[in-house]
């Protein structure tokens, strides 16, 4: 979701970056960012904590985040591409569903603006707090994807459809951990990284999807001939 159909990385950089400036520090740098993406909260905290050694502990970190990002989340927008692909998908009675590791609390703050683009998943919505997810299996491990895949077969088998194998699905995806955790889940991956990562990467991003998916620049880029939709 993060980056990927909103955008909401860039609220988070923003958030972020003004969390660190009242403790003397930052800004947060891509550097650092590449490796938060994706990630659960309390991971990404962590890594925060000690890459900027803040006087915080976790849950402090996330109070004064929270308190921070509950100002910008209202700013949260489809981005481009991704409004289009999933009326496109929806309407051709493709199986969509969202994972994130975004809370549920966070991701209903991030999304109760765009329910207009939002209904399409129904009710095949994981989030990173979600029960279904074992603690401390979250991205780069596959499970949150799985547990959609479940969700869609679930719904099939109750309407009397084939299930969906996971070999036959596209995962979306922005960040490294969450490009990992497709490929961990034998999927094929759909990479649309940030530009500012890729200059960091600087060429590795071509080792890490290897040949598991492809790397695009927008969803206005992806071919749905190419995967026959």
């Known amino acids: 979701m993060d980056g990927t159909i909103i955008n909401t990385e860039d609220l988070y950089t923003e958030a972020t970056t003004e969390l660190l400036d ?36 976790i849950e402090q970190f996330s109070k004064v985040a929270l308190e921070i990002q509950a100002d910008k989340w209202h700013r949260s927008r489809f981005l481009p591409g991704a409004l289009e692909l999933v009326e496109y998908l929806y309407s051709k009675n493709v199986p969509i569903a969202l ?41 780069p491990h596959p499970d949150i994807w799985l547990a959609c895949l479940d969700s869609i077969n679930a719904d099939r088998k109750a309407n009397g459809l084939t299930e969906v194998t996971i070999e036959e699905c596209l995962i979306f995806e922005d960040g490294i951990p969450g490009v990992i955790s497709g490929i961990a889940a034998k999927a094929h991956v759909i990479w649309i990284p940030d530009v500012n990562a890729l200059e960091v990467l600087n060429g590795e991003e071509h080792t890490i999807i290897g040949v598991n998916g492809e790397i695009l ?13």
């Not at 520090?25 to 050694?53: C, F, H, N, S």
């Not at 620049?217 to 939709?229: N, P």
Request: proline content about 7%.
């Open 22 to 57: 009242r403790y003397g520090k930052g800004p947060l740098t891509w550097d650092v960012k590449i490796r938060l993406q994706g990630r659960p909260g309390p991971e990404a905290m962590k890594i925060m904590i000690e890459e900027y050694d803040l006087p915080l502990t």
């Open 217 to 229: 620049t927008s969803l206005e880029q992806f071919d749905k001939v190419k995967y026959s939709l």
């Open 99 to 139: 994972g994130t590791s975004s809370n549920k609390i966070n991701y209903d703050r991030k999304t109760k603006h765009l329910t207009h683009g939002f209904k399409y998943f129904d009710k095949h919505i994981v989030t990173g707090d979600d029960p279904r997810i074992p603690a401390g299996r979250g991205k």
